[in-house]
């Protein structure tokens, strides 16, 4: 059976700048072996492959590692810094001008070379430090274009100089229960800057408090829990509540936000991820500073954008709870497929925010995942 920690077999990129050749950016993904384990503290053999202009492109250039895994499966590498395949061209040589770019990873979680395809995903963001000897002419104003010597334009998202509209908290606003949250306005859209504690939909309907596991396991109807069944981690992380009860669809139309406000769309989430530079350097925008809340490193976290996203974890559709500390998940009301929705991760490893798309399975209705809403 799933648990929500499937979703992070989803790419994690972060792409940063190494001060001698050669030229690199950063990757991790957590590895799970064929029967959906955790495969923690042992060899891990990876194959990574550049793909240039779709997800079945040409391989521009491809490289092998053996990394180690750590306590909770994650692997963490420097793809350019691998063993590079003998009929693959150099690193150094790859023109990023001419993308897209696909990066395609295969793994062997025996540590061995019997690769199976894990994931494709494209780099969204063209890692400045592999470009700039081409030689910088300026920087847009307002945009997100970096203009080279040559004239070439290459899109770099979250480089612009632009400083109006930073984000402000706004008043604070109560649900039917009486709680109280932060709010924060972030380009366009109004957040609130914390989650969702309410047990009850807006019009007083109540939702069920589901603890035990194998009853969690069968809901088809809305319901909420505790992170591990602790009341005291409501204060500060919020409730987490599964699919059903956060979309109109399942729940009888009813709303588990406030008067006025709502569960985001994953194009509402696109908004606000573009909005702060795009997948790859969001993350870092959202998150709480610190390690109070997250578990080190934090990778990146400045929260910039007000919003305070806390790693609340999860609870998987088979009951149990993981993740506090190291990850938060916040559902978006958009279905994926049949039983499965759409919605936003954040790592305390990574500084980017993920959509958790069909590419790397979408995330069980049944599981239990943070609320934050967004005004109408």
Known sequence: MKKIVTILATVLLSVSLWAQAPQSFSYQAVIRGGNNVLVANKPVGMKISLLQGSEKGKAVYVETHKPTSNDNGLVSIAIGGGTKDASSTAFASIDWSKGPYFVQTETDPAGGTSYSLSSVSQLLSVPYALISSNGISRVSVTGDSLILA??????????????????TYGPNITDVEGNSYKTVTIGTQTWMAENLKVSKYNDGTPMSNVKDSIEWSKLTTGAWCYYNKDEKNNAKYGKLYNWYAVSKTTNGNKNVCPTSWHVPTDAEWMVLTDY?????????????????????????????????????????????YEGIGDYGVWWSSIEGKTDDAWSRLLLSTSTSIDPVDEEYLYVPKKCGLSVRCLKD
Not at 151 to 157: E, F, H
Not at 277 to 296: D, M, P, Q, R, Y
């Open 150 to 167: 040559n004239g070439t334009s290459i899109i770099i998202r979250g480089i612009s100089n632009e400083t109006n509209n930073k984000p």
């Open 276 to 320: 702060l530079g795009g997948i790859t350097v969001a993350g870092g925008k959202l998150k709480e500073v610190g390690t109070t809340s997250w578990n080190s490193p934090n990778t990146d976290a400045t929260n910039t954008s007000l919003f305070s996203a806390l790693p609340g974890g999860g609870r998987g559709d088979g009951g149990s």
